[in-house]
């Protein structure tokens, strides 16, 4: 069994920044692909940032620029380093790893429970 947990979202000022982090526990054989999604009230989840296996990074065009994904694979960890925070990016953020236990295992995608950002003056 996998656990997913964020950590790191709360109330900040416009211009201010956050720094979210993802960490995974249990039967991990590493993270492969990570990401993050945010939902803002009445709105759909939309897509934030990922980070490929080898380190490579897409980012959302809202949030380009001003957010940065990394991985940290010794620590099964995926942090969201959110920069020059506006109003609208207030917004629950969850964050899912892609993993397996083993190299001959199916990949599973397992989801965090979500760290609300509230970015408010």
């Known amino acids: 069994q996998v656990q997913v947990v964020e950590s790191g979202g709360g109330l900040v000022q416009p211009g201010g920044s956050l720094r979210l982090s993802c960490a995974a526990s249990?039967?991990?054989?590493?993270?492969?692909?990570a990401g993050w999604y945010r939902q803002a009230p009445g709105k759909q989840r939309e897509f934030v940032a990922i980070?490929?296996?080898?380190?490579?990074?897409t980012y959302a065009d809202s949030v380009k620029g001003r957010f940065t994904i990394s991985r940290d694979n010794a620590k099964a960890t995926v942090h969201l380093q959110m920069n020059s925070l506006k109003p609208e990016d207030t917004a629950l953020y969850s964050c899912?790893?892609?993993?397996?236990?083993?190299?001959?295992?199916?990949?599973?995608?397992?989801w965090g429970q979500g760290t609300q950002v509230t970015v408010s003056s």
């Open positions: 249990g039967s991990i054989g590493g993270i492969l692909t």
């Open positions: 899912y790893l892609d993993t397996r236990p083993n190299t001959t295992a199916p990949v599973s995608r397992y």
């Open positions: 980070t490929t296996r080898t380190s490579g990074r």
